[in-house]
């Protein structure tokens, strides 16, 4: 979470056992890390920062949620939550006490240690009380404190609570699915496959274009956990808004046998909906409804249609499926709507102004779940892909965290952190995370590939291959997906033949390391220069451009190549396995062993211990005979095998 002012500081508070670090966003207890969420962190900050003083209730508020109108009960919970993760003091008192009709006042004595300058972010001054949205741009627009506030939330209240109605109908609609697809199965009990597409506006403007992905990923959420149900991910329908494909191309493009499509428009203070579901094998119309949705009965009708279709159409679902399937939306108008906003940013890779909006959505509504977990997944995007901030990555974590607090069966959160746990270096805590899920949600063809993901880092890959295998059965066009298991396993052909046929650098930079593997030198080469020719900015091109000098005796420019790509890695301070891997390659192949050896160990520590692609990888013929290599090599064993303990 980014700082506000009075949070951009770089400070060590230590009081009892505990350390709290400002700089890298972290609390600790024993040198354990203690889990909190954004708001309570800052929070303990602002009590840490002032041991001993009073601090009323405002002004708690109005560092906490600076320029948010937000109701004091959240500094209540909050509190709450913060006094459950420190626990009782050595005396047994609270560390945060009550002074009746006074305020709070932190009770530990504290030693603070300045790291560095306090530098004032203004940029988080203009917060959601004071932003509203210019409709027609999609800028923000600062006014005036509370009364905006009240007059937005007079403005959005109604077309937020028709979003969720028109949420309630797809959903109703996708239901039909569920019972259309098991009273109409064959005697092997065949699963039906659900695309839900980009609802088309038919008033275009840019104030109401993001709700056609929104909505779509919002029935894709409600109904991702069914056990009876293969549903397409948002990844791969958003490409379809506005397509000129024909419904039958789009459901063989994603091997689905069932779309449900919708259209929607807006007449004055009502958003008129028509949403259809058919069958692509037949075109029959399996349901098919129109819905005009006025403000001064939306709540009304919500409840009615999502009681009657789960009644009526006598869903074969479980008690427990029954109960997620008509679960409301989340109340507050203004958050839900920043939360669909932010949906549509994030699914156009716009990272930053969808952690804006999220923000303020969780500020509003601390009680969605969805919407703690993709700001957590932006967080997480933007540490690993753009900014290379630790700090990030800890919100990710905290944020994850709050979200599964709050739904501890929400299957994207849980998918997501286990990613992140398999991308941080943490795959011991990932793999029996993605164990569970893939039990609870066998259909969830994610859930099985970031199973392999995480098994083929960990060395496991027989049971690497056999996930792989079973999430492309279940979701074929995770093909667009690289199955490195099989370069990993020296099945070089069959990984050459899986790769995606498209002219991205990634892909052709694997096309040449395969090559390289073959002894196919030239066709390498090319490669490797095509791939750096598409993006010379990308470490994995790098790392293939300095095997290509080796392929042409060059070695002195790959070094130089090679080590300032590594030392720029390691300056963002994240990294991955993997590439700590391929780097290493390329050192040994360039003839610099030591470099060789010092990437290896590093990739072990990052979380890549894939014990026996080590152990037989013909690239690290030249490091094999030196003293220190056994000792890695080893290392990695040690650490499959404590993995292996714990399935």
């Not at 275009?204 to 956990?225: C, H, W």
């Not at 009708?301 to 499926?321: H, S």
């Not at 490797?528 to 095997?547: C, H, M, P, W």
């Amino acid at each position: 979470m980014k700082a506000s002012a009075d949070f951009a500081g770089e400070h060590v508070h230590e009081f009892d056992s505990f350390i709290l670090n400002e700089k890298e966003r972290v609390l600790l207890r024993d040198g354990a890390r203690v889990p909190l969420t954004p708001k309570a962190l800052e929070l303990l900050i602002v009590f840490v920062r002032k041991p001993g003083l009073v601090l009323e209730r405002d002004e708690l508020m109005d560092i906490v949620w600076p320029d948010t109108f937000v109701e004091e009960s959240n500094l209540a919970v909050t509190i709450s939550t913060l006094r459950k993760a420190l626990g009782e003091m050595p005396n047994g008192g609270q560390y945060i006490g009550t002074l009746h009709k006074r305020g709070y006042r932190f009770a530990a004595e504290v030693k603070t240690t300045t790291v560095g300058p306090i530098i004032p972010d203004t940029r988080r001054q203009q917060d959601l009380a004071e932003t509203s949205f210019n409709l027609k741009s999609n800028k923000p627009e600062v006014r005036g404190r509370i009364r905006p506030l009240a007059s937005r939330l007079i403005e959005t209240r109604s077309r937020a609570i028709a979003l969720s109605s028109i949420l309630v109908l797809a959903t109703a609609a996708a239901a039909y699915v569920i019972f259309w697809g098991r009273t109409h199965r064959n005697g092997q009990g065949e699963v039906k496959r659900l695309a839900v597409l980009p609802f088309r506006n038919q008033q275009p403007s840019e104030d109401t274009d993001y709700l056609g992905f929104a909505l779509a990923d919002s029935v894709i959420n409600r109904l991702d956990y069914l056990k009876s149900l293969v549903i397409r991910p948002s990844s791969y329908v958003g490409r379809y808004a506005n397509s000129k494909k024909s419904p039958k191309e789009i459901a063989r493009e994603l091997d689905v046998d069932t779309l449900l499509m919708g259209t929607y428009l807006t007449d004055g203070e009502d958003l008129v909906v028509h949403a259809e579901l058919v069958d692509m094998s037949t075109d029959d119309k399996l349901w098919s409804e129109s819905i005009k949705v006025k403000s001064s009965n939306l709540v009304e009708i919500q409840d009615y249609v999502a009681q009657k279709v789960v009644g009526g159409l006598r869903l074969n679902l479980t008690d427990a499926e029954g109960k997620r399937l008509v679960h409301s939306v989340p109340t507050d108008p203004v958050a839900y709507e920043y939360f669909l906003r932010s949906r549509y940013l994030l699914s156009t890779n716009n990272n930053q102004k969808a952690i804006d909006l999220l923000e303020k959505s969780v500020a509003l509504d601390q009680n969605n779940a969805l919407a703690w977990a993709y700001l957590a997944r932006a967080y997480h995007i933007n540490a690993l892909q753009f900014s290379g901030d630790r700090n990030e990555l800890s919100s990710a974590e905290a944020n994850y965290e709050q979200a599964l607090a709050l739904d501890p069966e929400l299957s994207q959160a849980r998918l997501m952190m286990a990613k992140l746990f398999t991308e941080t270096g943490r795959v011991e805590r990932a793999v029996p995370l993605l164990i569970e899920l893939v039990k609870t949600n066998p259909n969830m063809a994610e859930a099985h590939w970031e199973l392999s993901y995480a098994y083929r880092y960990a060395g496991l890959l027989d049971e690497s291959t056999h996930e792989g295998d079973l999430a492309l059965k279940i979701g074929s066009k995770l093909e667009s997906h690289q199955f490195n298991t099989y370069l990993y396993t020296g099945e070089y052909e069959k990984f050459l033949a899986s790769l995606p046929v498209r002219e991205d650098a990634y892909v052709v930079f694997y096309r040449g390391l395969t090559q390289y593997y073959l002894g196919q030198m030239t066709q390498a080469a090319s490669a490797f220069d095509r791939a750096y020719e598409l993006n010379q900015s990308s470490v994995i091109t790098q790392i293939g451009k300095a095997l290509r000098f080796a392929i042409a005796g060059k070695n002195r420019e790959g070094l130089q190549l090679l080590k300032s790509a590594e030392a720029r890695i390691t300056k963002l301070g994240i990294g991955d396995g993997e590439i700590s891997y391929k780097f290493a390659q390329a050192y040994d192949a360039l003839g610099d062993n030591d470099s060789a050896l010092r990437a290896l160990d590093r990739s072990i520590d990052q979380g890549f211990f894939c014990y026996p692609y080590f152990a037989a990888d013909p690239l690290l013929k030249n490091v094999r005979s030196e003293p220190a290599f056994a000792n890695i090599l080893e290392k990695a064993r040690r650490r499959q095998e404590a993995l292996k303990r714990l399935l």
